[in-house]
T-cell receptor
């Protein structure tokens, strides 16, 4: 049981390049989330999904797109990377049925945009 | 909007002693949950403890306990018998109600354990 995994772990992009971050979970969770963490700050929600085929905007969605074609995967895309998107990105998932309302996090992806 | 504030950017404690990390939050909701997450240098976010707002009893998990003061909107974390492995960033987080609700995080407290 791998939990939540993220690919890649590190990436360096030039301004204007595009990339996709992959999040996968094997816990059959309904809900999935993408957060970003900037230095000295807590995590902020970018986008989230309540199920396969559905996505919604979070607190800081500009410059990002997401897709959830399969229940276990949640993709975060940057169409034209900017230096302001240099951050650590975390994926998380949760299951509404347990009543515990806790989110399980992946190990993070460190992205640098030069 | 809900906000979470951690007023201690850094704390340090001697190994085996007790330390308390502070957290306050602001919300008008009655149904919500509070969490403390630990982030070691590996970056992994690890859930330490969870508190449901409707529960009056403070949550405990082994050496970790909380002091939940609902009226004061305060949610502090006490770590007893501190160990070197407790050194990490600690984040207080809030989420409201049920469903796919976001976690709102504080700025974090860096905890150092002195041997």
């Amino acid at each position: 049981n791998a939990g939540v995994t993220q690919t890649p772990k590190f990436r360096v992009l030039k301004t204007g390049q595009s990339m996709t971050l992959l999040c996968a979970q094997d816990m059959n969770h309904e809900y999935m989330y993408w957060y970003r963490q900037d230095p000295g700050m807590g995590l902020r929600l970018i986008h989230y999904s309540v199920g396969e085929g559905t996505t919604a905007k979070g607190e800081v969605p500009d410059g990002y797109n997401v897709s959830r074609l399969k229940k276990q995967n949640f993709l975060l895309g940057l169409e034209s990377a900017a230096p302001s998107q240099t951050s650590v990105y975390f994926c998380a998932s949760s299951y509404p049925g347990t009543g515990k309302h806790e989110q399980y996090f992946g190990p993070g992806t460190r992205l640098t945009v030069t | 909007a809900q906000t979470v504030t951690q007023s201690q950017p850094e704390m340090s404690v001697q190994e085996a002693e007790t330390v308390t990390l502070s957290c306050t939050y602001d919300t008008s909701e009655s149904d919500y949950y509070l969490f403390w997450y630990k982030q070691p240098p590996s970056r992994q976010m690890i859930l330490v403890i969870r508190q449901e707002a409707y529960k009056q009893q403070n949550a405990t998990e082994n050496r970790f306990s909380v002091n939940f003061q609902k009226a004061a909107k305060s949610f502090s974390l006490k770590i007893s018998d501190s160990q070197l492995g407790d050194a990490a960033m600690y984040f207080c987080a809030y989420r409201r109600g049920a469903g796919a609700q976001k976690l709102v995080f504080g700025q974090g407290t860096r905890l150092t354990i002195n041997p």
